[in-house]
Structure formats: C-alpha cells, structure tokens
C-alpha cells in the first residue's frame, strides 16, 4: 500500500526538530571535549598566531572518529563539530525523502544535487 | 596568557558576538572573524574557520525556531540552495590561493555593506503578476500577516540565482552567513516580503557554510581549540538573545551595532591593505 503524503508544514516541523536536535548533540559533543581539552592543555601558553594546519586526524572525517574514539579533548571537539557541520546535510537529506513522498520529481532532482555536492565536499579524498 | 584564559575571553566575546547578532538579527558570525584576528592575533585562517562554525551553529538553531512559525519558503529556500552552495565551494576553493591581506581588505568592503543594509530603508516590492519561471518551480507561497494569510509571487528567478551564486561564493571565501546579501537578493531581486526573505535567507545559510565547511575542515582551517569556544559562546548568547528580544529597543540597537560592524570593516581594510593581516 502507497504511504499517504506528508503536507508541506508536517515536513517543516520534523525539519525543525532535526535542526535542533543536532545542533543540541554537537553542543554537548564540544562542551565535554572542552573541558577534557583544557583539563589536558589549560595551563600552557596558546599558540594560535600562526597557522600550522591541522594534524591528519583533526581534518579527515575517518581520523576524527578514530581520535574521538582515543578520548583526546581536541578529537571529541572536532567529532562535535563534525555533528554540527553534518546537521544541515540531514537535513537537506530529510527534504529529499519528503519531497520524494509528495512525488515532486523537480525537488527531488534539485535536492539530490545539493546533496551530492554537500557529501562530496565533506568526504573528498 | 595561557590556553585556559585565551579560551574564557574568546567564549566571552563570542557571548557578545552571539547575543548581539541575535538582537539585530545581523547574525554572529560577521564580527566573529575580526574579534579573533584584530583582538586576540588568531591567525586569519583559523578564524574564518571558527567563524564558519558560528554561522552553522547560530543559523541552524534559529532556522528550527523559524520554520515553526511558518514564514520560511523551503521550496525557495531548497532551490537557492543550488547556486548558494555551487558559489560556496567555488569560494572556498578560491579562498585557499588568494593572500590573507587581500581577503581581509574583502572582509572589510562586505562588513561595510552589512552595516549600510542594517539600517537601509526597506520598501516592500510585492508584486501581483506571476512569473512563468517560479510557477513552474512552485516557488509562490504565502505568510502569516496580521489579517491572515499573505500570498506573494516571486519575481526574476534567474536574477535571484545570479546573485545567490555571489553571496554563497563570499560565504565560501569569508567564512560568513552572507544574510545581508542573501536578503538583498531575495527582497529586490525576487521582490518577496521582508520577513519572508530574512527567514528564508537564515534558512540557508547552515547549508552553504556546511558546503565550505567540509573544504575547510580537510584542509585544516579549523581548529578545535579556537571553534570550541567561539561555538559555545556565540550559541549560547543567540539563546539568550532570543529570550530578551521582546523586551528590547530594536531600532536603537541596530544603529549602534552597524556603527560598530563600520568601525571594525575600517580596521579590517586598513591592516589588510598595511598587510599586517
């Protein structure tokens, strides 16, 4: 049996939920890799004058799960942040699944492209 | 200054950043960059990092207040969101060949502007004629006015799209929201009302900067220990922002905080093109 339509305003409002909630995860993901960060580094002397990038497992999303695995501070800040950053994509990924409901094959098409392009710049090689 | 002070006045400032932006509703994020290069010597790059991250966290949570109430376009919003994050990716990549010094002079033009659209005069152009182009993209919609539901009908897609494409490119090569240019593009170019093209704008504008942010991330512009306390801080200060908003005089805020976001646009220009940036 087909699944009955969802209406514009019931999508709107899961969109809502998703957006907070995400945002709300990715909070309590820095806030506590904060505090073990400064726990660990606290007391030396910052060194953010000059750019000297980011170590591998700070900038691959691969790396930054394995580091927040290790429980290092700057790694559960950066799995954080990568919650954060993912939050928006889920929810252009929610609009593709409702508007493929509604049957509207224009928003399918220009969802599924924004994702692609969403996904593909966070995952590239 | 060690790392544990360095954190508290960059999650104080951001506070400030956060709770401002939100009482504006100039967003965060613009000021987020010149707060960590000019006040704290945070390496241009680490910031405009930092600052993207603001931008995700403040527009995300406002967005979920936002869609509730029901101005927010999503089909407009979703269909903008092709140029905005094409233009983003662009800027980005851009981002990564062109000197500091040179971007910081950029920074510094954009936030003027900002400042001037904060307190232009905002004539509403709505239009009765429908437009071919958004018929066919359903882009017509309607808001809730104080006599019930408003319908609009939107105007100069293809314009709208051009111009979306440059905001999204400057969001990528500054790490900022671009609401300001977002809602100029929406309010006079595709003639929809103001409120409907703040929120739609806001709406977006999580998804652009998610776009440059991967391109950021792999590239190691963001560091944890400077966006940890810059996300908190300017989060927490949007919520309380939004608490307060009722209770506070708009108008007079908006002018004092364009004044500030002119004078610093000044001091970005002005290292950037002494090349202390």
């Known amino acids: ?125 | 200054m060690s790392t544990l002070t360095f954190t508290l006045l960059v999650g104080l400032g951001s506070f400030v950043a956060g709770l401002l932006g939100a009482l504006t509703g100039l967003g965060g994020g613009v000021v987020i960059v010149p707060l960590l290069t000019l006040a704290f010597g945070v390496d241009f790059r680490y910031a405009v990092g930092a600052s993207l991250i603001a931008v995700i966290a403040t527009s995300s949570g406002a967005a979920a207040a936002y869609v509730r109430e029901g101005f927010t376009n999503v089909r407009i919003g979703m269909f903008l969101e092709v140029a905005t994050t094409i233009g983003a990716l662009l800027g980005a990549y851009l981002a990564g060949l062109i000197s500091t010094s040179v971007l910081s002079v950029v920074f510094g033009l954009v936030l003027l502007y900002s400042a001037y659209a904060a307190v232009r005069p905002k004539p509403e152009h709505v239009v009765s004629v429908r437009d071919p182009i958004a018929v066919r993209l359903r882009l017509d919609g309607s808001y809730p006015g104080v006599d019930g539901e408003k319908e609009y009908h939107v105007q100069r897609v293809p314009l709208g799209f051009g111009a979306m494409l440059g905001a999204g490119a400057l969001s990528g090569l500054l790490g900022i929201g671009s609401g300001a240019l977002k809602v100029v593009a929406m309010d006079q170019a595709m003639c929809l009302p103001f409120k409907v093209s703040t929120t739609t704008s806001n709406f977006m504008i999580g998804v652009t900067a998610a776009a440059s942010a991967g391109v950021y991330l792999a590239r190691g512009y963001i560091d944890p220990g400077i966006a940890m306390p810059v996300m908190l801080g300017v989060l927490a200060g949007a919520m309380l922002g939004v608490r307060v908003l009722a209770r506070t005089r708009q108008k007079v805020l908006r002018i004092v905080y364009a004044l500030v976001i002119a004078v610093v646009a000044v001091e970005m220009i002005y290292n950037g093109a002494a090349g202390h940036i």
């Open chain 1, 1 to 125: 049996m087909a699944q009955p339509a969802i209406s514009d305003h019931e999508v709107e409002l899961r969109l809502a939920t998703l957006l907070r909630a995400g945002v709300l995860a990715a909070a309590g993901l820095v806030l506590a890799g904060g505090v073990v960060y400064l726990i660990e580094y606290g007391a030396m002397p910052p060194h953010h004058q000059t750019y000297t990038g980011e170590p591998d497992d700070l900038k691959r999303v691969s790396g930054i799960v394995k580091g927040a695995l290790g429980h290092s501070g700057r790694g559960l800040i950066q799995l954080g942040l990568l919650v954060l950053i993912a939050t928006p994509i889920a929810r252009v990924a929610l609009s593709l699944y409702a508007f493929a409901r509604q049957r509207d094959r224009t928003y399918v098409l220009i969802t599924a492209f924004v994702l692609a392009l969403l996904v593909g710049s966070l995952l590239q090689p």
